[in-house]
């Protein structure tokens, strides 16, 4: 990320560049706790670039973000500008005599992308909110130009009181989730829904020299609205956090499905072990 701005106490924040956006800086981020697993059903880094930075739900390049909270209230605003990405390939043939040449394109063109997102909050412990995100975008990746445009709104909120932290994320993506993903013949697919839902509870000054431990657990569930596809896990985790150093497990349940509805005949069952440290 790269972006530059302003903020002030009347007129919110203006920031230019390459950065998150509403989608995730007001929604999405709620249910982003868990260490190693989660995300996938957020739609933030689902689509057509790793960091969703081409289609604006992750972290949106050429992007102008304002923000600006009245009394309990918050609103974001989001626009990304064009970006040329396509790509073509001349190959010269001679066919009956005569040279011609095929071309084949690749790539995405993207005309624009917005955003707009409300998040209620009444007071620091409790956050509800949503965010409707829109991008014009031309899909070269089939030799053609196609339709590329997604449509994706995405629900969600927390509550912390004391030293507990539970919340829950909600959304419909349309032509946004790569049909890998979900196991579908369709390079990204028409219909797809997604939740996200954790819960973690953290045990501070019980270890000497820690800030906290945490337990938590939550599940992530990413489904095709038009076939048995999912993509879907129930987790399990414990933290250690001290000053800059982290230290995690997660214990991940696969519950995914095949587009017949079939499980997949490997375990897909995981433990995963994270160490981290923040210089």
Same mark, same amino acid.
């Given at each position: 990320m790269l972006y530059a701005g302003a903020a002030h106490e009347k007129w919110g924040s203006f920031t230019v560049g390459k950065q998150y956006g509403p989608w995730y800086d007001m929604v999405a981020v709620n249910t982003d706790w868990f260490w190693i697993n989660g995300g996938e059903a957020s739609g933030t880094f689902e689509?057509?670039?790793? +960091?969703?930075?081409?289609?604006?739900t992750g972290r949106p390049d050429n992007s102008l973000y304002w923000k600006k909270s009245f009394d309990d209230v918050t609103v974001g605003l989001l626009y990304q500008l064009g970006h040329d990405g396509q790509h073509s390939n001349e190959t010269s043939l001679f066919e009956d005599g005569v040279f011609t040449t095929e071309t084949e394109y690749s790539g995405y063109e993207r005309d624009y992308s917005y955003e707009a997102a409300l998040n209620w909050h009444p007071n620091? +412990?409790? %956050?509800?909110?949503g965010v409707f995100h829109h991008t014009e975008l031309s899909d070269y990746e089939s030799g053609n130009s196609e339709n590329g445009d997604i449509d994706a709104w995405l629900l969600g909120g927390h509550w912390s009181p004391? !030293?507990?932290?539970?919340?829950?994320? $909600? $959304?419909?993506?349309? !032509?946004?989730?790569?049909?890998? %993903?979900?196991?579908?013949? =369709? %390079?990204?697919?028409? &219909?797809?829904? $997604? /939740? =996200?839902?954790?819960?973690?509870?953290?045990? &501070?000054?019980?270890?000497?020299? +820690?800030?906290?431990?945490?337990?938590?657990?939550?599940?992530?569930? #990413? =489904?095709?609205?038009?076939?048995?596809?999912?993509?879907?896990?129930?987790?399990? $985790? /414990?933290?250690?956090?001290? &000053?800059?150093? %982290?230290?995690?497990?997660?214990?991940?349940? *696969? !519950?995914?499905?095949?587009?017949?509805?079939?499980?997949?005949? /490997?375990?897909? *069952?995981?433990?995963?072990? #994270?160490?981290?440290? *923040?210089?």
């Open positions: 689509g057509r670039s790793g +960091d969703g930075g081409l289609h604006g620091e +412990d409790f %956050t509800v909110g004391g !030293n507990w932290y539970i919340a829950l994320v $909600g $959304g419909e993506y349309r !032509n946004h989730i790569a049909g890998s %993903t979900l196991d579908s013949s =369709e %390079t990204f697919v028409d &219909k797809a829904r $997604g /939740a =996200e839902f954790v819960v973690n509870y953290k045990f &501070k000054e019980v270890i000497w020299g +820690d800030d906290s431990v945490e337990l938590y657990g939550g599940l992530n569930h #990413l =489904e095709d609205a038009d076939s048995e596809a999912r993509y879907a896990y129930q987790i399990l $985790g /414990a933290a250690w956090r001290v &000053k800059d150093l %982290t230290l995690a497990t997660e214990y991940r349940f *696969d !519950n995914s499905r095949q587009s017949d509805g079939s499980e997949y005949s /490997a375990d897909r *069952d995981q433990l995963m072990f #994270l160490a981290r440290y *923040d210089f």
